[in-house]
């Protein structure tokens, strides 16, 4: 009730401030006319009443402002007012205040849309229910501290039946597929998961219901767009009809389109709870479960740990060392993520301190101007707080606009920065602004406002006035302190800038060696087709290879194409397998590390396509069939890895791909980097497509080309479709995979180097204002050597000169913070040393360029005062 | 304290103005005036801080106010007690009467 009074009558007045002062002032009138009313009753005339009455009750006026400041919105107005006086002020400094709302507008934005991707990607919770207890089971090997996000079929299935801490645990596998539809084949994302899949989950199906178990490999779920792009909508799609790798599946509900996993899925085959690949060894699963409610992380480990070592003991040959790992399913999606993102926060914090220390230089170089105003309001009696109060509140004021300014900047960063991401950026969709970031915006806005003024308030309200008013910086006549607190503003700045300068030098470095770097083949002139047959028995898959076959000898003959071939396990592509293998009469196998190696299964012709060179033996030729000896081509560091240095052709080995024949190696080829260029070149081992047709219905073909690979695109569909029409395809070239496997670094390179460039381009500023104001400062003392006879050219250099020394101390200190943080940077980079001299000397060199080219403007005006002018001033 | 103190009591200003408004609606000089006179003279309330009490009791719920004609055809804010005003003039008098009582408990034991 009283509170609710306060409120409304502090409004009423705060509202209607005349009509308030009025009312009191009317409440006061009257209650000394009633009292000289009194007095003339009594006898007195009215000048001896007035008189009286004022002698004994005081001024009317005093009484007035005594019952006129009451109140809590009186406080509120006077801020107003002081706010109101403060802006007054920075419309009087249109240049400072520009200025500063800039620089504090690009150290926010950067902030601000750095912190959404950071916010949204790593700090946001997944969009499912619970998503908190949701984990994905990892296996570890103890051994060699590896991990990877995979399980066998057997250790997921026994964990789910041995343990008690999960509400529900599924199995699921899958990557791109081609569906095919009753008319056509799209290609599109599937996973295979069983009935668990929807409970760890807690999805609901839009249209339609979830599946059972028993329903495995006759029933499926769909996205919402899918249904949509393929059936024209949810309902419509119930009850129809796809295949995938040869299976009917009838569509018995769709899930809602915020549901994507795993990696984008749009189509969830339905498979067996009790898993089809029986083999400890085969890590054909990835796993997640549900916590039950109340059953912490740790203990869940525990549990698991208990079973990992039960395992181990009861299959010591697969099992030992192996242990299952939980991590919840937030980190596992955004792991990767983490370290750019980190990475690219303390950049944008390094903007935001060159911002801070810029706004800060010009709030010194404001507070120098007003030392005199400050000097005569404390001689006047001004407490220390009236004296920091205007300097606190513009900068405030300045922090709103740059703040403000900074969001706005920020709306078209994030746009740039989602459509730069790299395809691997976990949750790219979820990017955008929300409350939080405001409210982050808004907490570095004040914060920034407060560091950036609290030392140009501190020593404004340490001013002594006689100190002060003695000095007069116009004569040359200045405090000692202020220039060398300028001085290390500056070098701080110039610190914090060649620190982005040396990470964004070593980030670009590392990208111009991997853009340069050999991939083992060729990329130029290469078009690349996802070929994805539908292939449903055995003698299918057969069919398929021999089609194929056929359709590279067809490409081959079209005008413009230089050779063809086939391959499952193209580099930088999205088929591929890889495991252990063994060998007869190479090297004896080391016991604790089974050697491994990517496997790919090609065509004839593949080495010569891709410029691979053929170093011993034989490629694939049409007389390697189904029905013939088995064969192999391992690459050089599988040979030199298991046969060391002895000549490897005629030697056996066997891999568990498809099946264990041992296979007769006949040839050996060059390395090649499998996934990016960031990666060393591995062991592969080559299978020919006629001896393993399970592999051989999803493949690459690519064609060497003599002209623009993408002008024969039409050219080439036309041709594949003709032999099949239910071939799902999907063109793209050599040049651009290879391109697109190295997104990840090029982001971080791009970024860096915006950021160095913005960090360049404040410090600049920086060091621009210093120098402009110190020679600015110094007129009468340039003048009064001028006319001395100095020479104009060591007038420039002693101003140059100082640049210079400030430039040398920042890059010294720059040094040393750089060999500090050159670690977080360290995994990112490629052939290149943390501690890298050409990215050193660059970024050294380049702040001193920038030092000098900002000192240059201010030296030369130095040069140019002169002495009558100066001598005169005042 | 000299003898010429006419000072109110530090806190009871609003306990005397609740009471006062509590006879009948009154304006500020009124209160002010009867204050002076029921004390003889010992309190004189000076308008300033009458004024700021007035509308800080008026806030809290205490007094409600509205313009009237005076007797003597002026026009006057004038005071009324409300239902929790009477209350609180309640609470206060009780507060006051044990703190005085006690002080004079305390004098006596002295004396």
């Known amino acids: 009730m009283s509170f609710w009074r306060q409120l409304t009558f502090g409004l009423r007045s705060l509202a209607r401030r005349k009509a308030r002062d009025r009312d009191v002032a009317d409440e006061v009138e009257q209650y000394f006319q009633n009292a000289a009313a009194e007095r003339m009753a009594r006898g007195l005339t009215p000048e001896e009443a007035r008189r009286a009455a004022r002698a004994e009750m005081g001024d009317a006026a005093a009484a007035r402002d005594q019952a006129r400041v009451y109140g809590w919105e009186n406080t509120v107005s006077a801020l107003f007012s002081d706010l109101r006086f403060a802006a007054r002020q920075l419309t009087r400094h249109p240049a400072f205040t520009a200025a500063a709302v800039l620089t504090l507008a690009l150290g926010i934005g950067a902030n601000t849309a750095i912190f959404t991707v950071v916010e949204s990607v790593l700090l946001a919770p997944l969009p499912y229910r619970d998503s908190g207890s949701i984990l994905v089971l990892n296996t570890r090997w103890t051994d060699s501290g590896h991990t990877a996000p995979r399980v066998t079929g057997p250790d997921g299935a026994d964990l789910r039946n041995q343990s008690h801490s999960f509400a529900a645990m599924s199995l699921y596998s899958g990557g791109n597929e081609g569906v095919e539809l009753r008319n056509h084949s799209v290609y599109t994302i599937a996973a295979g998961v069983d009935e668990n899949f929807a409970r760890v989950f807690s999805l609901k199906p839009i249209a339609g219901r979830l599946f059972v178990d028993g329903e495995a490999h006759h029933a499926a779920l769909v996205s919402e767009m899918f249904a949509r792009d393929n059936f024209g909508g949810a309902q419509a799609a119930v009850g129809q009809t796809i295949h995938i790798e040869g299976e009917a599946l009838a569509i018995v509900g769709v899930l809602p389109d915020a549901f994507d996993f795993p990696n984008h899925a749009q189509v969830w085959e339905a498979a067996p709870l009790s898993p089809e690949s029986k083999s400890r060894t085969a890590f054909n699963y990835k796993a997640v479960a549900r916590l039950r409610t109340g059953v912490a992380l740790a203990t869940a480990q525990a549990e698991v740990n208990g079973i990992s070592r039960r395992l181990a003991n009861a299959y010591p040959a697969e099992n030992h060392g192996k242990r299952l790992m939980l991590e919840p399913l937030q980190e596992a999606i955004t792991g990767n993520a983490r370290p750019t993102l980190l990475l690219l926060w303390a950049t944008a914090g390094l903007i935001l301190l060159i911002a801070c220390v810029n706004v800060t230089h010009l709030e010194l170089v404001r507070s120098l101007e007003r030392q005199r105003e400050i000097a005569i309001r404390k001689a006047l009696g001004s407490s220390r707080w009236q004296v920091m109060q205007p300097v606190l509140l513009e900068s405030i004021l300045i922090a709103m606009l740059g703040g403000a300014a900074g969001v706005l900047l920020a709306f078209p960063v994030i746009r740039v920065l989602v459509a730069m991401a790299p395809p691997g950026l976990p949750r790219a969709s979820e990017i955008h602004l929300n409350v939080q970031v405001l409210a982050f915006t808004l907490g570095i806005a004040i914060a920034t406002a407060l560091a950036a003024s609290l030392l140009p308030a501190l020593r404004a309200a340490k001013v002594d006035p006689a100190e002060a008013l003695k000095h007069n910086t116009a004569r040359g006549i200045s405090r000692q302190g202020a220039a060398a607190l300028r001085d290390a503003l500056v070098i701080a700045e110039v610190t914090a800038a060649f620190v982005l300068a040396l990470g964004a030098g070593l980030l670009l470095h590392t990208m111009g060696n991997l853009m340069t770097r050999s991939m083992g083949y060729e990329t130029t002139r290469m078009l690349v087709a996802d070929a994805d047959a539908p292939a449903h028995s055995a003698e299918d898959e057969s069919r398929v290879v021999r089609q194929f076959n056929e359709l590279f000898i067809d490409l081959a003959a079209l005008p413009g194409v230089e050779h063809v071939a086939g391959i499952m396990g193209l580099p930088t592509g999205s088929y591929g397998s890889n495991g252990y293998y063994q060998i007869r009469g190479g090297l004896p196998p080391d016991p604790r590390h089974a050697a491994s190696a990517n496997f790919s299964v090609s065509s004839p012709g593949y080495f010569q396509t891709m410029g691979i060179p053929l170093q011993r033996g034989r490629d694939f030729s049409a007389e390697d069939t189904f029905t013939s000896p088995f064969v192999a081509v391992i690459s050089e560091s599988l040979a030199r890895q298991s046969f060391g240095g002895a000549d490897p052709v005629g030697k056996q080995i066997q891999c568990g791909l498809d099946s264990d024949q041992w296979m007769t190696v006949i040839g050996v080829a060059g390395d090649v980097r499998q996934n990016s260029p960031a990666e060393a070149p591995g062991p592969t081992l080559y299978m020919p497509m006629t001896q393993h047709p399970f592999y051989a219905n999803q493949i690459h073909i690519v064609l060497r080309t003599r002209v623009a690979p993408l002008t024969l695109m039409n050219a080439v569909q036309r041709n594949i479709l003709a032999v099949n029409p239910l071939i799902a395809l999907h063109f793209t070239t050599m040049d651009t995979m290879v391109n697109r496997s190295m997104s990840s670094e090029r982001f971080r390179a791009a970024l860096l180097s915006c950021f160095a460039a913005v960090g360049l381009l404040l410090a600049m500023l920086g060091v621009y204002g210093t120098m402009a104001y110190s020679v600015a400062q110094r007129t009468f003392e340039i003048g009064l050597r001028v006319a001395f006879g100095a020479h104009r050219g060591a007038i420039l250099r002693g101003v140059l000169g100082h640049a210079a020394k400030l430039a040398c101390c920042g890059v010294a200190a720059g040094l040393l913070l750089g060999l500090a943080a050159a670690r977080l940077v360290a995994s990112m980079l490629v052939d290149v040393r943390p501690m890298d001299p050409i990215s050193v000397a660059a970024a050294a060199c380049l702040l001193l360029f920038t030092a000098l080219a900002a000192a240059f403007v201010p030296g030369w005006r130095a040069t140019r005062v002169d002495p009558m002018i100066a001598l005169r001033m005042e | ?111």
């Open chain 2, 1 to 111: 304290m000299s003898a010429d103190n006419t000072d109110v009591i530090q806190g009871t200003l609003d306990m005397l103005i609740l009471q006062t408004v509590s006879l009948e609606p009154m304006h500020g000089f009124g209160i002010a005036r009867r204050v002076e006179q029921v004390s003889r003279g010992v309190f004189k309330v000076n308008p300033g801080s009458l004024l700021t009490a007035l509308q800080r009791l008026e806030r809290a719920g205490w007094l409600d106010s509205e313009w009237r004609q005076t007797e003597n055809a002026r026009r006057a804010r004038f005071y009324t007690l409300t239902r929790a005003g009477k209350k609180q003039l309640e609470t206060e008098k009780a507060g006051w009467t044990r703190r005085a009582s006690a002080i004079a408990r305390l004098l006596r034991a002295e004396g």
